[in-house]
């Protein structure tokens, strides 16, 4: 990120008193680039052009908020052409669905996120395609088509398109919209290519070897071996994913390629030892934290560290697009929300925020919430963000307005104290609270580059582990309950140095003692 190589000594402290020492270490910082995403669901994020949809250039408007924030990448959900709202299941892979902005608003975007030293993830999922596709409309019914085989049917004249994910059919959008959607033939050589050219354009739009217009890498969602465990599209990681990514690598190697596998119950690590995948999304880890159970955090986390291959890495999340919202969870208790952001930014691995979560924003829903099978369903975890005291301020994207039950009970509301507005001066506030951790990861490098170490500790509440390169070592302590904690950790090396939160007990013989307060953070140096 840029500006990393002349950061200054920082000696303020963040969020009351929390951060109670701040080192300079000049030649560890200038070395360490960090990496935090920012998961935008941008239709939802900031409307530019009061049509109530957010979009490109809402989006770079917003940047400066972005980095105050301290993000450094913004990954975004798919641009491309569809009748969905979250533009999944496309009509039109090659086209940017016109409510967001045009192709010149974003190359604007790429190019300024660049020159501000950010990375722009795209999101892509062109397994399925709806009936509006051309591929779809010329060979249905049409067994002479070339798209024949581009198509999987389940049926000689073509009439009975093979299912998608949990064997739909089709699909109700909250607008009252129904697309027949169906699975594309990966293995077909053409669609093969056709995804290669595809990907690669959006690496180099231009085709100048400049990639200052491209993006930095692709987040693939619902990613699968055996395409939805029908035995249809089997072996996929050789046959399709690991050509389409060794293409990539060559066009560009400093790319990033995230996988979302689809089975939220795995780590994920045959995608990275299988698929050439670089990181994966840390379902465990995510699934323990929301339980606040420390067992459970620090087992998940053990495993899901020591298995994850050298030089690939875990995504750490407590949101996504997909679940109910974090504070939601908690019930918004503001110390568990407060753990869940130490939990999201100082274990190892790649940490994304998903917008809206650095404000407390709500949402929750389950199947069939909303009248069956609809994209409605997921309205609540991917409302308007929420810049202002004021609901219906200029900017919010409001694109569900009016629509039906989930606009009646939306969370959205004025005055409650989820905003930017609201939190931006509070120094106690959960917005502060990202801030002031992201910061620390700028201070302490080890927080951005060490590996991970489990502590073993007899409190039944605080997580602890260590974050290590080296012969260097940072401690991080989380107390995930109300009360305080009193413990003692050995420390076979070094001294411990507390650089955030406060600790009044001593270090005597080579043993520490802890008193950390209820839902608080510590983070020592050991040196």
């Known amino acids: 990120m840029k500006g990393l190589q002349h950061i200054l000594v920082l000696t303020l402290c963040w969020a009351a008193g929390m951060l109670t020492s701040c080192q300079k270490k000049q030649t560890d910082t200038d070395s360490v680039k960090d990496e935090i995403i920012y998961h935008v669901f941008q239709r939802s994020f900031f409307d530019s052009n009061g049509d109530q949809h957010g979009d490109l250039p809402g989006i770079q408007q917003k940047l400066d908020y972005l980095q105050d924030l301290g993000v450094t990448s ?32 974003y190359l604007s975007l790429v ?45 000689k004249e073509q009439r009975k398109p093979s299912t998608i994910v949990f064997d739909l059919y089709d699909l109700r959008g909250y607008d009252g919209q129904r697309r027949k959607i169906t699975t594309i033939n990966l293995l077909n050589k053409n669609v093969i290519q056709y995804n290669k050219d595809l990907f690669a354009y959006w690496l180099d739009p231009n085709q100048d070897g400049n990639f200052e217009d491209g993006v930095d890498g692709f987040r693939l969602d619902h990613m699968m071996d055996d395409l939805d465990n029908k035995g249809r599209l089997t072996n996929l990681f050789k ?22 596998q689809a089975d939220w119950g795995a780590y994920g690590i045959d995608y990275l030892t299988k698929a ?72 190892a691995g790649v940490p994304s925020i998903y917008y809206g979560q650095e404000i407390g924003m709500l ?99 605080v997580v602890s582990f260590y974050r290590t ?26 001294v411990p140095k507390i650089v955030y939160g406060q600790n009044t007990g001593e270090w005597k013989n080579k043993q520490q003692a802890i008193s950390i307060a209820g839902y608080s953070t510590q983070v020592w140096s050991i040196n």
Not at 77 to 97: C, M, Q, R
Not at 469 to 494: F, H, Q, T, Y
Request: hydrophobic share 35%; aromatic share 12%.
């Open 363 to 461: 949402g929750d829903s389950f199947f069939g919430k909303y009248g069956g099978i609809t994209d409605a369903n997921e309205i609540p975890y991917r409302e308007a963000f929420e810049w202002t005291k004021d609901k219906d301020s200029p900017g919010m994207a409001y694109c569900y307005r009016d629509s039906g039950p989930w606009w009646e009970t939306s969370t959205v509301k004025s005055n409650d104290g989820i905003s930017v507005e609201e939190q931006a001066s509070d120094p106690n506030s959960l917005l502060n609270t990202y801030k002031a951790l992201i910061k620390l990861r700028k201070q302490e490098p080890l927080l951005i580059q060490g590996g991970y170490q489990s502590i073993p500790n007899d409190s039944k509440s």
């Open 74 to 105: 913004i990954l975004m959900t798919p641009l491309y052409e569809s009748v969905y709202y979250h533009n999944y299941y496309s009509s039109a892979f090659e086209k940017i669905d016109s409510t967001y902005g045009t192709k010149e608003e």
């Open 469 to 494: 390169k080296g012969p260097k070592k940072a401690m991080v302590l989380i107390n995930l309950s109300a009360d305080a904690v009193n413990l003692e950790i050995p420390i076979a090396e070094g």
């Open 276 to 347: 050439k995948v670089d990181w994966v999304f840390a379902f465990r880890i995510q699934q323990a934290i929301r339980t606040m159970d420390k067992g459970k955090i620090m087992a998940y986390a053990d495993t899901t560290f020591r298995d994850t291959p050298e030089g690939n890495n875990q995504i750490i999340f407590i949101e996504n697009h997909d679940i109910p919202r974090f504070s939601t969870a908690v019930k918004q208790d503001k110390g568990k929300e407060k753990v869940g952001a130490a939990l999201n930014l100082l274990m």
């Open 111 to 155: 190019k300024e996120m660049h020159k501000r030293g950010m990375k722009l993830y795209m999101d892509m999922e062109t397994q399925y395609v709806t009936e509006d596709h051309p591929w779809y409309t010329d060979s249905y019914g049409n067994p002479s088509s070339p798209y024949s085989d581009y198509i999987l049917y389940d049926d």
């Open 239 to 260: 046959d399709f994913w690991v050509p389409l990514i060794d293409t990539l690598k060559s066009i560009n190697p400093k790319i990033h390629i995230m996988a979302e």
